[in-house]
């Protein structure tokens, strides 16, 4: 769902280790999904998508997991490093009468600890 | 391979001046979506464009606000008579079409003091 204007949840992990970053979504019409990664004032920055007719998509690093059943959206980040160090959004598109709408979630902030 | 750019990268305005937000898409792409940014929280969509047409200002204020594509040139987002709640991060982005990722620009800051 969109950010409802919280404080960002944070994740905290240890360099090295893997991360999971969960997000759900709100609508189960949603057939399109995607990871942003978002640097200290920088936009967002594109990291991986998956489609719906998907359960999971491997990329260099990172996997996103998707479970429609109970609208869940995940993204692993293997061997992390500082420059993981970030703001994650998750994104459902939103196809309204052939526009396209993409809907971010609230976030998550990733630190990453040496 | 230019990305998305946006200018100026930050901006500073009076209450009740204007705003011009300036966005160049990626070559070739025909889609453009400004978001707006608050602090520590997610994009909320304002307007989806493709050259020359409004797609979709579903998220664009009633007042006040406003966007275009032209077939030349690029786009741009105007804020009427700024007011301090107008103070945000402005993001554009583009894409080549539907089912597309998007590719943002580094936004625009604007502060209304």
């Known amino acids: 769902g969109e950010s409802v204007g919280l404080h960002l949840p944070t994740l905290s992990v240890q360099e090295g280790d893997n991360s999971i970053i969960n997000c759900a979504y709100s609508?189960?019409?949603?057939?399109?999904f995607i990871w942003y990664k978002q640097e200290s004032g920088k936009g967002p920055q594109f990291i991986i998508d998956?489609?719906?007719?998907?359960d999971k998509r491997q990329g260099q690093r990172v996997t996103v997991l998707l479970n429609k059943t109970v609208k869940h959206l995940s993204l692993q980040i293997a061997a992390t490093q500082p420059g993981d160090s970030a703001v994650y959004f998750c994104?459902?598109?939103?196809?309204?009468?052939?526009?396209?709408?993409?809907?971010f979630g609230q976030g998550t902030r990733l630190t990453i600890n040496p | 391979n230019a990305g998305v750019m946006q200018n100026p990268r930050h901006l500073v305005r009076r209450r009740g001046q204007e705003a011009r937000l300036r966005c160049s898409p990626v070559?070739?792409?025909?889609?453009v979506y400004w978001y707006r940014q608050l602090p520590e929280e997610g994009l909320k969509f304002m307007v989806y464009?493709?050259?020359?047409?409004?797609?979709?200002e579903s998220g664009m204020p009633k007042e006040r606000f406003s966007a275009e594509f032209p077939k030349e040139g690029p786009s741009i987002l105007r804020i009427q008579q700024v007011v301090r709640g107008d103070s945000a991060a402005y993001f554009c982005?583009?894409?080549?079409?539907?089912?597309?990722?998007?590719?943002f620009g580094n936004g625009t800051r604007l502060t209304v003091t």
């Open positions: 982005a583009s894409s080549p079409g539907a089912k597309s990722p998007l590719h």
């Open positions: 609508n189960s019409a949603s057939d399109y």
């Open positions: 998956i489609r719906s007719n998907m």
């Open positions: 994104a459902e598109n939103i196809i309204i009468q052939g526009a396209q709408k993409l809907v």
């Open positions: 070559k070739g792409h025909s889609h």
């Open positions: 464009l493709q050259k020359e047409n409004i797609i979709d």
